[in-house]
C-alpha cells in the first residue's frame, strides 16, 4: 500500500458510518447476500456490529462501533473507492432501529429482506 492512500482507506472507515445496513427476519437470506456483496473487491461488511439495536446502542460508542470496520481497511486490496456495511438481522426486531439510523447516518442506505 501506499502511505497516502492507505491513510485515506482508514480515515473513511474511522470518521463515517456505513453505506448501507443490511436488516432481516431470520432465514431470509441476509447471511447469503453478504456473502454475495464481499465477493466484490470495493465492499466490506461488519458481521452483527448490533449498534443501532435498543440495548446495545447505550453499551457502545461510537468509537467502539466504528472499530468493526477496522478490517475492510487491509480488504480493500484495489485501493479505489470502496462502500462498507452492517448487517444486523435484529434491527428489524426493534422499532427505534430506523429512527437512529436516519439520526446518526442519514446517508446510509437501509436494505430489508
Do not use: W
Not at 2 to 9: D, Q, R, S, V
Not at 78 to 107: C, E, I, M, N, W
Request: net charge positive.
Amino acid at each position: 500500500y501506499k502511505t497516502n492512500e492507505l491513510l485515506k482507506i482508514q480515515d473513511k472507515v474511522s470518521n463515517s458510518f456505513p453505506d448501507f445496513l443490511i436488516i432481516g427476519c431470520l432465514r431470509c437470506g441476509t447471511n447469503s447476500l453478504v456473502h454475495y456483496l464481499e465477493d466484490h473487491p470495493n465492499v466490506c461488511i461488519a458481521n452483527e456490529p448490533r449498534y443501532f439495536n435498543v440495548y446495545a446502542n447505550k453499551e457502545l460508542g461510537i468509537q467502539q462501533y466504528l472499530n468493526h470496520f477496522n478490517h475492510c481497511i487491509y480488504l480493500n486490496t484495489t485501493l479505489k473507492p470502496f462502500l462498507f456495511g452492517d448487517k444486523t438481522s435484529t434491527y428489524l426486531l426493534h422499532a427505534l432501529t430506523l429512527a437512529r439510523v436516519r439520526k446518526f447516518a442519514p446517508q446510509s442506505k437501509v436494505i430489508v429482506m
